[in-house]
């Protein structure tokens, strides 16, 4: 039996035994047997629920990217690590090995070094899904650099909040992105946002797009020239289990985005042991997850995981739907992909397109499907099924959190038998609980309730940066001694979880979480609103997209509604970015409140879900005449 690589399901039910038996001794033999040490750890596992504080393999010296790169060398030096595909097809793609990975990092960390970076310092990147974010990320991990990577699709206003939030000392960015048929601007979205942050000393540009930029004297410096002069090798830093490997930010229900703390040696082990097991990975395979750098998925699942496995690892540049909506399979054709890992926003976008896109391609080299960042409805699981692993390819609903750095609860393929919308099992060290809103824990199957986490696992963040207190409250409090998750979740007759959705305010718009509050703030900095309140409502391609009600100052306002909504929708562009935009926006003179002034949006959810057969009782409303009048205006 192994404990590192599950081949089938009674294989996975001994080890998860074994794994909830005694985690400590699971996890130890893992981390001995498949990973480079400089020394290794006094006690695989100590934690404190009230505090709250884990701590993984305390201890241990290593570095993550020796595991990542330098232990294959030897072995795989010519093999491709990453496999870059660009924005246009007529671009050719770079085959970039793990010898010429291992010099590019090398050449960047000391290009770090030389502007003054040393272990602990914060670097924001910001980049497009280029090889340079790859290579940054790596090179920050190997001076000890905590990197933190910023969605380059992110405003100004929200990349500057985050690099203050952790002060960074460096932005990696470059003059611009493609994407699609469309190029961005994005130093100067960088220039705009630095008008607001103290902390920064360099900005290092990648040249991607050509254009012609400013570049502020005595801060910004073009990356290449600094590159060609760097020395290609870098002695890596030797971290401590419990360094901080980076910091990656994730919206919350209220308040500023919260800086998840991840560290190096759990992270490493949950990273690369979830990547082997959930893909079967083998060593010739071509492993392709769809997911920008700039989230979870695409740390743990395009750099980390795949890389301490020796793997190839495909990293796209552009989108789904250029040149046409072929591309995906274009690319599963092209490099003969293995395993492809994706949205269901993506599979819902493209299965309302023209199969013709997909037939034209040679997909016989896919083994593996697998999904992430929200639910994914029966219809769209039974496309991806049916037209892209055409029924032979077992398809993994993986389920996990910016908060937990690795896949939680997933089937194993050629072990789980799958289900249409059901994540499955929980994977072996994580234990699972459902929780009733008086905080017990509801045992036996065919039962749902609020998931929890009851143990710890090696890849849990450790603490929001600079605010410990607010990790507390936000996972530790609802319910004692377990991680609670903010998803609620049902468990069925043989004992598979689904997960029904989020249970918090935040929503899930294509994938990327997004908390209301901080777009209602941004709404009402608009001049002419008084209030407002954002519910999220079912959408066909989106999973959920997001609706406003909003209270004018003055009633009766005569201006043009249009373009009041384009404006709205303009500030929370400036403030958050694209994604967050409204798909709907009403006007409305009052919203349902209890008698204690808090907005119902309970009511507002069903309303502008149109499911308004059963509002519930209404009558402890504070104002329950609002009601009838925001249905009578809902935009359908
Ligand atoms: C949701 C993404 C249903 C869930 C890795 C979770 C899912 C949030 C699934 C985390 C899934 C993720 N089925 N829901 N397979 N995967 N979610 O932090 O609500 O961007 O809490 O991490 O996405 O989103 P995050």
Redesign the pocket.
């Known amino acids: 039996m192994s404990n590192y690589h599950i081949k089938h399901l009674e294989e996975y039910f001994q080890v998860y035994r074994k794994s909830v038996r005694n985690p400590e001794s699971y996890w130890e033999e893992i981390a001995e047997e498949h990973f480079m040490w400089h020394k290794r750890w006094d006690n695989v596992l100590s934690y404190d629920f009230e505090k709250p504080e884990f701590k993984w393999f305390e201890g241990a010296k290593l570095n993550i990217t020796e595991n990542c790169i330098d232990r294959h060398l030897r072995t795989r030096g010519d093999k491709t690590a990453i496999l870059f595909e660009p924005n246009n097809p007529d671009e050719e793609a770079q085959h970039i090995s793990y010898n010429e990975l291992h010099e590019r990092v090398a050449k960047m960390a000391n290009v770090l070094k030389s502007q003054g970076v040393k272990k602990g310092d914060r670097v924001c990147i910001y980049l497009p899904m280029i090889p340079e974010l790859a290579v940054s990320v790596l090179a920050c991990a190997r001076i000890g650099a905590i990197h933190s990577v910023v969605f380059a699709g992110f405003s100004s206003t929200a990349l500057a909040t985050r690099i203050n939030d952790s002060d960074c000392k460096l932005v990696i960015t470059s003059d611009g992105s493609f994407r699609g048929s469309k190029t961005i601007d994005l130093k100067g979205i960088v220039d705009e946002g630095l008008k607001k942050c103290d902390s920064v000393e360099t900005v290092l540009v990648v040249n991607r797009i050509n254009a012609e930029i400013e570049m502020k004297e005595g801060r910004d410096q073009w990356l290449q020239p600094l590159l060609e002069k760097a020395e290609t090798t870098c002695a890596p830093e030797i971290m401590d289990a419990e360094d901080p490997l980076f910091i990656l930010y994730?919206s919350g229900s209220t308040g500023t985005p919260k800086g998840m703390v991840h560290t190096t040696a759990g992270y490493m082990v949950y990273s690369a042991f979830t990547f082997k097991n959930v893909f079967q990975y083998r060593e010739d395979d071509v492993y392709w997850c769809t997911a920008d750098i700039g989230?979870?998925?695409g740390h743990s699942y395009i750099v980390y995981g795949p890389l301490a496995n020796g793997a190839t690892t495909v990293m796209f540049e552009g989108v789904p739907s250029y040149p046409d909506y072929g591309r995906f399979w274009e690319i599963v054709e092209k490099h003969k992909v293995t395993q492809f890992y994706t949205a269901p926003t993506a599979i819902r976008a493209l299965a309302k397109e023209n199969l013709e896109h997909v037939e034209k391609y040679d997909l016989t080299s896919l083994k593996v499907l697998g999904?992430?960042?929200?639910?994914?409805n029966e219809e769209a699981w039974h496309w991806y099924d049916e037209n892209i692993g055409k029924k032979k390819c077992p398809i993994v609903?993986?389920?996990?959190?910016?908060?937990t750095g690795g896949i939680m609860i997933s089937p194993i393929p050629y072990s789980t038998p799958a289900i249409p919308t059901f994540?499955t099992l929980p994977l072996p060290g994580i234990q699972p609980a459902l929780m009733d809103e008086e905080g017990n824990e509801i045992k036996g199957n065919q039962v749902d309730g609020r998931l929890c986490i009851k143990f710890p696992w090696p890849s849990m963040a450790r603490t929001i940066w600079g605010n410990h207190q607010r990790y507390k409250d936000t996972y530790f409090s609802a319910f004692k001694n377990m991680y609670f998750?903010?998803?609620g979740a049902l468990r069925d007759s043989v004992g598979y979880y689904r997960?029904t959705?989020?249970v918090d305010d935040v929503v899930?718009v294509s994938g990327h979480?997004l908390g209301t509050a901080p777009i209602e703030d941004a709404i009402n900095e608009h001049p002419a609103v008084a209030e407002s309140a954002i519910v999220g409502y079912p959408h066909e391609v989106k999973g959920n997209a997001l609706y406003g009600y909003v209270i004018l100052k003055e009633t009766g306002e005569s201006r043009n509604q249009d373009n009041l909504r384009k404006e709205i929708n303009q500030l929370i562009s400036d403030r958050i970015g694209p994604i967050a935009k409204l798909d709907k926006i009403q006007f409305t003179n009052g919203l349902p409140k209890t008698r204690s002034g808090k907005i119902m949006r309970r009511i507002l959810r069903k309303i502008a879900s149109n499911d308004t057969s059963n509002l519930g009782d209404t009558s402890t409303l504070l104002n329950p005449e609002v009601v009838q009048e925001v249905m009578d205006n809902v935009i359908k």
């Open positions: 994730t989230w979870i998925t999904t992430v960042g929200e639910p994914i609903d993986t389920w996990w959190q910016t908060e994540a998750t903010g998803d997960i959705g989020r899930i979480n």
